[in-house]
């Protein structure tokens, strides 16, 4: 725990963090808000002065100098099972800035959450509110003025990824892996096409298979279930078998897993196979589950930084990848 200042001692500064470590108080106020972008030498700087400091945020202090009530609004949809990563990560960065949360939660929808925006900006009660919740896309340029809003565009009111969430690009950096190991014959099995998510993955599947000019790339529309990526490989003929199947998620690989073991084919040495979403599940497969991760965590981070940055007038956090590959035993060299 860092020391507290003992009675009639005055709190540390961040002006003094900053003298201390030999940064600007900007930098400092980057590090409290967690910014993934710091180098690890200024991190370590600036957490070593802030310890022998003892500094923490002083939120009286702060609200009677700026008339502000330092506390934050976080909108989460009724359903929230999706949001509770990137919950974590924005209670975090708040606060380590040292505002205090209030969690509401909405039911009825995105016009119900724009109304709960305007309940929330109209009661005084926050300076900011930090909508995890989705809003009618065209209320984007009518959020009330009376609080600083930030609305994380990355699911849509039936909880399907849109915005950064749904970026598919990490599909061309599975291909662009299996094509290093000499994987020409490529199959994806897509998810629910109503997904924007599903929509990107197949999009950038199909751009990469053209850019590698891969001599066959097949695709296998279906939902998210494991049954249809199980469909999906009893369906192939030997002719149309693939050396590599990419799958939209875990789920699918698992249903291709099965389905590719049935008809005697072994992962990885006659089929790689990789998913997405990194559920728990696919690392204790066998073999191993090559997948992508998504980050909601961070995805959470940065929207709360952006707010933040929003009341302060200061410039808005740069953006950062969200996904990334994970690569375990189920890939592997083409065969021969």
Known sequence: MPPTPAAGERRATIWQVAERAGVSHQTVSRFLRGDPGMKPVT??????????????????????????????????????????????????????????????????????????????????????????????PETENSYPGRAAIVASADYDEDARSIGAMADGSCIADLMEGLHALGHRRFLHVAGDQTYASARNRRRVFLETAERLALPRADIHDGDWSPSSGYRAVLALTERDRPTAVIAASDALAAGVLNGARERGWRIPEDLSLTGWDDLSLGSFLQP???????????????????????????????????????WRASTGPAPA
Not at 81 to 93: E, M, N, P, R, T
Not at 315 to 322: F, Q, S, T, V
């Open 43 to 136: 991190k370590q700087k600036v957490s070593a002065a802030v310890a022998e400091l003892g500094y923490q945020p002083n939120l009286s202090a702060r609200s009677m100098r700026t008339r502000r009530t330092q506390r934050i609004g976080v909108l989460l949809p009724a359903d929230s099972a999706f949001q509770a990563s990137a919950l974590s990560g924005a209670i975090d960065v708040a606060t380590a800035e040292g505002y205090a949360v209030e969690v509401f939660s909405v039911d009825g929808g995105a016009r119900a959450s724009f109304e709960k925006v305007h309940q929330l900006a109209d009661s005084g009660q926050v300076d900011g509110i930090l909508a995890l919740a989705p809003l009618p």
């Open 288 to 326: 191993t589950l090559t997948t992508v991760k998504d980050d909601r965590r961070q995805l959470g981070r940065t929207a709360m930084s952006r707010l933040i940055a929003a009341l302060r007038s200061e410039p808005l956090p740069e953006e950062r990848a969200l996904s990334r590959v994970i």
